[in-house]
């Protein structure tokens, strides 16, 4: 479920709103209860897709026969456009469901609201399934407050680098990426090379989503110190090798090598020119797997990490989802119980196997990542994912500011700013909202 086209919806503006709004929180809203017989019921909301709701109720069917005395209902939702504004509402005249998912550019704010309930004493529990530590540390991210979790990644989805083989020989290149990453050959250097190899033959070098993981990462693959200071304060402006970097990121897409996938055109967008061969390189997550999978040429496709300076792994950015209580649930047992199991390495390997499209947030699940070998090196997510970083906490608990952030990197990649003025003015605006 986590995945970065989730979270880069909202960088899209209003495309598809109607749609969304007419389909948001379908099924009403409140939480369950309990019945005279002491039987309780759970209601629980996501977003997603009709396969992934699908598999969502699959796993609500299993869990209840595991549980006769708990009954659990999905309220599925469309899309991701309204969905945190009406969850919100919910929250607030008591009407919300027990449990549900909130996306990563939106949990800092849901924290904030002090209508979570905190977990970290029924994780430690018997009745836990799903410690902390048996998450992997840098997933957390705004989820965790003061230390006290509120919420826990429900799965999650590094962003690798998909190729294309067949574009990279078409342009004339013939080493293989992943070969190089394997031997520590994956440098910056060797990844524009190969990039500029493609722009001059005509294709597109890489495409990227506009949203926090593309310049977060670039800047963190670098070997560059994070945007924001311990206190919270954006302070990427005053390091001048940072916005050295990020002058050469703007250029790349100013002339064309790097494309702004949210930018291409209805009919010719990331995908078609992908599975079409003409570009190298496309900046997603596992989700992939179906879009190459379709076109009967998946062979052609393999993943690689960040490209760094020195050739070794960097940190870089993983796109999540998190699940989270509503603290005046009626139901808390219910509630966690089913929260538990939903997460555990049990429920993530039943919702994720036989071709789930993101990678286990939780140890102990990460064969559904590896069965069926595809791609080759399908062990690249996994090793992303241990050392990779959700969003910055300083970013996402502030309302709108990942989307603020991201409109001004669109006017860099569009060669209306500078790097310099660009992250300026990102001081100015992370200054201004997260004094509101």
């Not at 869990?63 to 919910?90: C, E």
Request: a negative charge.
């Amino acid at each position: 479920m986590a995945r970065a086209n989730v979270t880069r919806y909202l960088a899209l503006g209003a495309a598809g709103a109607l749609a969304l709004g007419l389909a948001a929180c379908s099924g009403g809203g409140g939480g369950g209860g309990v019945d005279a017989d002491g039987n309780a019921t759970v209601i629980w909301s996501t977003w997603g897709t009709a396969d992934e709701l699908t598999r969502y109720e699959e796993f609500n069917k299993d869990f209840m026969k595991r549980h006769p005395d708990i009954t659990v209902k999905l309220q599925p939702v469309a899309g991701y456009g309204d969905y945190h504004s009406k969850l919100l509402a919910q929250l607030t005249s008591n009407t919300a469901p027990d449990v549900f998912y909130v996306g990563d550019d939106m949990i800092g704010q849901f924290v904030d609201s002090d209508r979570l309930m905190p977990l970290s004493d029924l994780m430690e529990s018997d009745a836990s399934k799903t410690t902390k530590d048996d998450f992997f540390p840098g997933l957390f991210g705004a989820a965790e407050e003061g230390g006290e979790v509120y919420a826990a990644p429900n799965d999650s989805n590094p962003d690798v680098f998909w190729y294309d083989k067949q574009a990279l020989e078409a342009a004339g290149i013939t080493e293989d990426p992943a070969t190089l990453a394997e031997n520590g050959e994956w440098t910056t250097d060797k990844f524009l090379e190969m990039n500029a190899t493609l722009h001059d033959a005509g294709l597109t070098g890489t495409m990227y989503w506009n949203y926090w993981a593309t310049h977060w990462s670039w800047l963190s693959s670098q070997g560059l110190p994070a945007p924001y200071d311990e206190a919270g304060a954006f302070v990427a402006n005053q390091d001048d090798a940072t916005v050295a970097s990020v002058q050469e990121l703007g250029d790349l897409f100013q002339d064309g090598t790097f494309v702004v996938a949210d930018t291409l055109p209805d009919g010719a967008g990331a995908d078609s020119i992908f599975v079409t061969h003409k570009a190298g390189f496309f900046v997603q997550g596992r989700y992939t797997i179906g879009t190459v999978k379709a076109t009967g040429e998946e062979d052609s496709y393999d993943i690689v990490r960040w490209p760094t300076p020195d050739g070794e792994a960097a940190p870089t950015g993983v796109a999540t989802s998190f699940l989270a209580i509503n603290g005046k649930t009626k139901v808390k047992d219910a509630a966690f119980t089913f929260w538990t199991e939903f997460l555990s390495a049990e429920g993530q390997t039943f919702r994720l196997e036989g071709g789930g499209n993101a990678v286990p947030s939780i140890k102990g699940a990460d064969d559904v990542v590896l069965e069926g070998g595809y791609p080759v090196h399908a062990q690249t997510f996994l090793d992303m994912r241990d050392i990779g970083f959700t969003n910055y906490p300083a970013e996402a608990r502030v309302p709108g500011l990942p989307v603020a952030v991201s409109e001004e990197f669109q006017k860099l990649y569009e060669g209306k700013t500078d790097a310099q003025e660009t992250l300026d003015t990102i001081a100015g605006v992370v200054e201004d909202r997260s004094e509101k």
